[in-house]
């Protein structure tokens, strides 16, 4: 519990960038498809660098490391499709990033269920993979949506992706305080 604890902030960090990428999507719904998919590569290869780094970081004391690498290395290589292709189509990145959204909705799920043990916030990693298995799934049913939409689903899904990696994260945080009984009473600090 102590190794997963002391990583909290890659676990905030990755929800800070999902929030961003979705604010930014939200913001600017007009951007054009090369932006979008830009903005996706480097979201999904941040995403998948952070999530790597928390693997390594925890790998190898417990057995719960691998889902978290897979997750990185599925984020990582979602990345560098979309920076190796950037003319890709519209249809081509709806499956790109439906396929991605499923894959780490599930592994999401998987490890919080096997961290249910260890910490009891796990409701939360739960909900972000159930999240992302539904944005996944609604990508595969209309993916001819309107670009648009697109921009607006894509939004609203890391907008709530990432306050609850956010929330994940720093919850994290308050259990290694506990468990260190450091506690801090200043405002910035929460």
């Known amino acids: 519990m102590k190794e997963i604890t002391r990583y909290w ?5 990755r929800g ?3 929030v961003l990428f979705g604010v930014a999507c939200i913001l600017w719904p007009g951007l ?16 998948g660098i952070f999530a790597i780094g928390a693997a390594i970081a925890t790998g190898g004391r417990h057995g ?11 984020g990582v290589g979602a990345g560098i499709l979309t920076f190796v292709f950037p003319g ?3 249809f081509a990145l709806l499956i790109l ?3 991605w959204a499923i894959v780490t909705g599930v592994l999401e799920v998987v490890a919080a269920i096997r ?5 009891g916030n796990e409701v939360l990693l739960v909900l972000s993979g159930i999240a992302s298995v539904l944005f996944g799934a609604i990508l595969f ?12 689903l894509i939004g609203a899904y890391s907008l709530i992706a990432g306050l609850l990696l956010l929330v994940l994260g720093f919850k994290l945080r308050g259990m290694r305080q506990q468990t260190e009984g450091q506690y801090s009473h200043s405002p910035a600090l929460g």
């Open 9 to 13: 902030w890659l676990v905030a960090l």
């Open 16 to 18: 800070a960038a999902a």
């Open 32 to 47: 054009s498809l090369l932006v979008l998919v830009l903005l996706f590569g480097a979201y999904a290869l941040v995403d």
């Open 64 to 74: 719960r490391w691998w889902g978290l690498l897979i997750e990185g290395i599925v």
């Open 88 to 90: 890709i189509t519209a």
């Open 97 to 99: 990033i439906a396929a």
């Open 115 to 119: 961290l249910r043990q260890e910490m």
């Open 141 to 152: 049913a209309a993916p001819t949506a309107g670009a648009l939409a697109v921009v607006w």
